[in-house]
């Protein structure tokens, strides 16, 4: 069979997007079984969490690939191309690799269709991420679960080293009710006898972690306390922040209270890595200077600001970083958010950086709320004047001032695509 071209395998995937979400294992197991099983010559970090498992996939990716290593990521969204999902050393699968992949998978999906388990998107994108991975013969792959953990996709290898970043309420219809709930949910990726490291979450959350890990005798370590103090910097003419790691003072590359967080809890897991495979973990601190990570807390041309906060606590953290490296400012803010997203209290917080609102719908298959619903949101609660656009771009074309960007990653890589070449973006 001969490979499909970049267009026509991105049509295949668009196809399957009909399908929802679909929590379970047995799927992605059947179709990785087609494939010959790739995932099993791999060797992962997985990661899971409500907020912040990009960042410390994206840390432990550009830290491992400086100590020498060949290094997948495996993440999810993507801002403006599927590929972005699949990185090799920070750079995303060609085009080329991309649909002999598809091609691949397409004969395997198709007979699963034909006998009523047609695969989803995120697990035929899943299994496309081992098959690419194993070909590319990778020394470690990151490994970033779609949703929860126990149920996700993800959840068919047995990795290294498990990490839960955050736990918060998100995706209740499918997660639970309750921290302790989604917890449970998260902590299924703890694997027996594997270490699991847990980075900031309330004392109940952490402790149906706990829970998880003693059943499977999985040792669990939890990140301590630590004092905030950081240091403003420039690297390569954009925000950074210097850092303490240990013992150590590092160039970050990535800003905000959160990201230091973040860098801590990739660090730790850093230090487990290097004493078990032997690296010395110096080599691989200039990776915490070199991170990248588009759509997360970005500085804009203009003074504007990005970020695809999309649920209460991500937007109390943009606020926080806002106040700390860019006190007294106020923006106009460009807001779109997921229909099962809590829209009302994301407003609320945003609401005392805003001057103005505006409401834009996105391009995606996901479903939006409509811009005239978040202005009535917004309007049960506040004076700040707001207006609805008709796309992203009618948004940023009609102010020339400085934007907040923000509500959604899909928003975001709308947002990008006006700044930024696609290749920029596919290569970080």
């Not at 550009?62 to 290094?71: I, V």
């Not at 002999?100 to 994108?125: D, H, L, N, Q, W």
């Not at 996901?366 to 202005?375: I, Q, S, V």
């Amino acid at each position: 069979m001969s490979d499909f071209t970049a267009a026509e395998a991105e049509q295949f995937l668009a196809r399957l997007e009909i399908f929802g979400i679909k929590l379970g294992l047995d799927q992605v197991t059947e179709l990785l079984s087609g494939l010959g099983n790739p995932q099993r010559k791999l060797k992962f970090i997985h990661l899971a969490g409500t907020n912040g498992k990009g960042s410390v996939g994206a840390i432990l990716s550009a830290s491992l690939t400086a100590a020498g290593y060949k290094t997948g990521f495996y993440s999810s969204p993507h801002l403006i191309n599927v590929r972005e999902r699949f990185r090799v050393n920070g750079k995303a699968i060609s085009e080329k690799d991309f649909s002999a992949c598809i091609s691949r998978i397409k004969p395997v999906a198709e007979a699963m269709e034909r006998a009523g388990r047609c695969p989803t998107y995120f697990e035929v994108t899943t299994a496309l991420a081992a098959d690419w991975f194993a070909s590319s013969d990778t020394d470690f792959v990151i490994w970033e679960t779609g949703m929860g953990g126990r149920f996700d996709a993800t959840n068919v290898v047995s990795p290294e080293l498990s990490i839960i970043t955050s736990v918060g309420l998100d995706h209740q219809d499918h997660l639970g009710d309750t921290l302790e709930d989604i917890a449970g949910e998260k902590a299924g990726i703890v694997k027996p006898g594997i270490p699991v490291y847990c980075g900031r979450m309330p004392d109940s959350a952490f402790n149906a972690v706990a829970v998880k890990a003693k059943t499977v005798n999985a040792p669990v370590f939890r990140l301590p306390p630590q004092s905030a103090k950081f240091e403003k910097c420039l690297i390569d003419g954009q925000p950074g922040q210097i850092i303490k790691l240990g013992s150590r003072e590092i160039k970050f590359g990535l800003v905000s209270a959160v990201e230091r967080l973040n860098a801590r809890l990739a660090f730790r897991a850093l230090e487990f890595l290097s004493e078990k495979f032997g690296f010395d973990i110096n080599k691989a601190l200039p990776g915490f200077t070199k991170v990248r990570w588009p759509g997360r807390f970005q500085s804009l041309p203009g003074g504007s600001i990005m970020d695809g906060a999309h649920n209460p606590e991500c937007a109390a953290a943009l606020v926080e970083f806002l106040n700390e490296y860019f006190p007294g400012g106020k923006y106009t803010v460009i807001f779109a958010s997921p229909e099962n997203k809590d829209s009302l209290d994301i407003l609320k917080i945003l609401e005392p950086k805003a001057t103005e609102f505006i409401f834009t719908p996105v391009k995606t298959a996901r479903k939006f709320r409509e811009p005239e619903k978040l202005a009535s949101m917004l309007k049960s609660f506040s004076n700040l004047p707001c207006r609805c656009v008709s796309s992203v771009e009618a948004g940023i074309a009609s102010i020339p001032g400085k934007l907040l960007i923000t509500g959604s990653l899909y928003l975001a890589g709308e947002a990008l695509k006006h700044y930024f070449p696609e290749e920029e973006i596919l290569d970080i």
